[in-house]
């Protein structure tokens, strides 16, 4: 599938499968791109009825699917060059056949200002080759003693509030901010973890961290913390999503809440997903991530969120360290793991191995994070940006660490063997990646 980019003026795309997962529509046929807008698609676009001066992009009954949305991605830029940039993860996102990303603010400046988004706005423009947006901090410095500007960082482009890995513990504070953040329909997004019982803890706390002798987390941690939430977003009516769940108390809890009408979605990690904390093995740090791998049962119980929809997004939380923060002993390594680059393919395996249908993992990768944040894309139909990946679903391969495009490697999935991957990804109805 490799080649040249075709024109960004006006693209036909031939001999697709085509999946758009907001509205459940499969068919096969062909999709008509022009002036970075899809503007046909359907079995009647064919070879014969492309316009005459569209470039030509035979898809071979491969997925032609919206592009991914990743809604958890820490750049590193600002501040943490040495280990990611804008540049070099949007280069590892457009071969993973995201199309967006939703960087976080913990960044150095805090991302709690109108020049900082403004900043992040332009390093994308100029140095990025797939979308980026902003969440802005929702306490500044994200200390959680006093709220960000959250109506004047709305109007500078933040896509939503978040203290990115820490938890807003004041719950007075978080009141106030979740009232505020109503009045202008902005999301407040948290980290669900009660700091003081997670605190001086590496992993899941069970039978597991026992034998390892390593402090645990409980899964009580989040779930304290998420109930608190939950009864003040029933006070305050504002938008509210929990950015990654791990656990099935969690979940069930989130089921509730979403049964009660209360205007809250939430997220997991595909790691949460796929790996669980007998994965740490021998003391493997690529592994230590917050929140903590779970126990299976819990990596169960998300599959089967993510089936029956009360999962609404699926992220990679690509957290890039580098040696000198990952290669010490388990207890003394930073938290944090890349995965914006094997988003796509270790959610396929949820496809092949878990029996997830197609559609549900697309939808929590595309459609689903759109709606959530409110953004003009992850669909499929006439007018919507073009922003799209063509998938093959089915030839396997292995994952080589060093061939990643992050900066830096601490991937937990280094020499995994997945099925599927991004053959092409177009953004802007411009091709800034293929196979």
Excluded at 93 to 111: L, R, S
Excluded at 275 to 282: A, Q, R, T, Y
Excluded at 331 to 351: D, H, N, R, W, Y
Aim: glycine residues 8%.
């Amino acid at each position: 599938m490799a080649g040249p980019a075709p024109s960004p003026e006006c693209t036909a795309y031939l001999d697709a499968r085509l999946i758009d997962p907001g509205s459940g529509r499969e068919m096969t046929g062909g999709l008509v791109v022009r002036n970075g807008l899809i503007t046909d698609l359907g079995p009647q676009v064919t070879r014969a009825t492309a316009p005459r001066d569209a470039a030509i992009i035979r898809c071979e009954g491969h997925v032609l699917a919206p592009g991914l949305i990743d809604c958890r991605v820490f750049a590193g830029e600002p501040g943490h060059e040495h280990k990611e940039t804008l540049d070099s993860a949007s280069q590892a996102a457009a071969a993973g056949g995201v199309t967006t990303m939703i960087c976080m603010p913990d960044t150095d400046p805090v991302i709690d200002d109108v020049a900082l988004v403004d900043f992040i706005a332009r390093r994308a423009r100029d140095t990025a080759t797939v979308n980026i947006h902003p969440m802005a901090a929702l306490t500044k410095g994200l200390e959680g003693r006093q709220m960000t500007e959250i109506g004047l960082l709305t109007d500078a482009g933040a896509v939503a509030f978040t203290d990115g890995k820490k938890s807003v513990a004041d719950p007075q504070l978080l009141r106030r901010a979740l009232t505020y953040a109503r009045n202008f329909g902005a999301l407040v997004v948290q980290h669900v973890e009660e700091p003081s019982l997670g605190s001086g803890g590496v992993m899941n706390e069970g039978l597991v961290s026992t034998r390892l002798g390593l402090p645990g987390i409980p899964a009580a941690a989040e779930i304290i913390m998420l109930e608190r939430d939950l009864r003040l977003v029933e006070l305050t009516g504002a938008r509210y999503h929990a950015a990654q769940i791990s656990c099935r108390q969690a979940l069930d809890a989130m089921r509730a809440a979403k049964k009660r009408g209360l205007p809250v979605t939430c997220g997991a990690s595909i790691n949460h997903l796929v790996l669980n904390e007998n994965d740490i093995g021998s003391y493997r740090t690529f592994f230590k991530m917050s929140p903590p791998l779970r126990s299976e049962d819990d990596r169960q119980s998300l599959v089967e969120g993510l089936a029956d929809g009360t999962l609404d997004v699926i992220v990679s939380d690509h957290d890039p360290q580098d040696q000198d923060t990952k290669r010490h002993p388990f207890e003394e390594a930073e938290f944090g793991a890349i995965g914006v680059e094997t988003l796509l393919p270790a959610a396929l395996s949820l496809v092949h191995n878990e029996k997830i249908p197609l559609m549900r993992v697309l939808h929590a990768l595309t459609a689903g994070p759109a709606s959530v944040l409110r953004l003009d894309s992850g669909r499929l139909e006439p007018g919507a940006p073009a922003d799209l990946v063509l998938i093959d679903t089915e030839t396997p391969w292995q994952v080589d660490a060093e061939k990643l495009k992050s900066k830096s490697k601490n991937t937990p999935f280094e020499d995994k063997r997945f099925q599927g991957y991004a053959l092409r990804t177009v953004v802007g109805g411009a091709s800034v990646f293929t196979a």
